[in-house]
């Protein structure tokens, strides 16, 4: 009977009642890497929705950890320990090959256009010289 009454009156307790609890922010740059993608989620949105409001009403721990996300090295910003495997080696290496053959070609025609210029200027100053 007692343990019916309890749970009848917590279902009847408004909303208001309920409070969030945030993810810790203590020493966050260490700790993010390892985080799992819904918690780093959880901080961001957390602390976007703490930043709508006065900036004086955020903690310490939440204004570091508000300049980490923003600006702190990780997702695009963070270092990419990236092990190139054969496959990608030869696929550089043909890449590589094929700008600099593009980049000999292009200076052999540009060397040629300008023996024809230079002919063609010839020809000009000789028909109406």
């Known amino acids: 009977m007692l343990a019916s009454v309890g749970l009848r009156h917590l279902l009847k307790r408004p909303v208001s009642y309920l409070s969030y609890t945030p993810p810790s922010m203590v020493d966050l740059p260490s700790r993010w890497s390892t985080m799992s993608p819904q918690l780093q989620e959880e901080i961001t949105e957390y602390l976007a929705w703490k930043m709508e409001d006065s900036w004086k009403l955020m903690t310490v721990e ?68």
């Open 62 to 129: 939440e204004l570091r950890a508000s300049y980490f996300i923003s600006y702190g090295a990780w997702g695009p910003r963070g270092k990419l320990e990236v092990q190139l495997t054969p496959i990608m080696l030869i696929w550089k290496g043909l890449f590589s090959s094929l700008l600099f053959t593009a980049l000999g070609v292009s200076l052999i025609n540009l060397r040629r256009d300008k023996q024809i210029d230079q002919a063609l200027n010839e020809l000009h100053q000789n028909s109406f010289g």
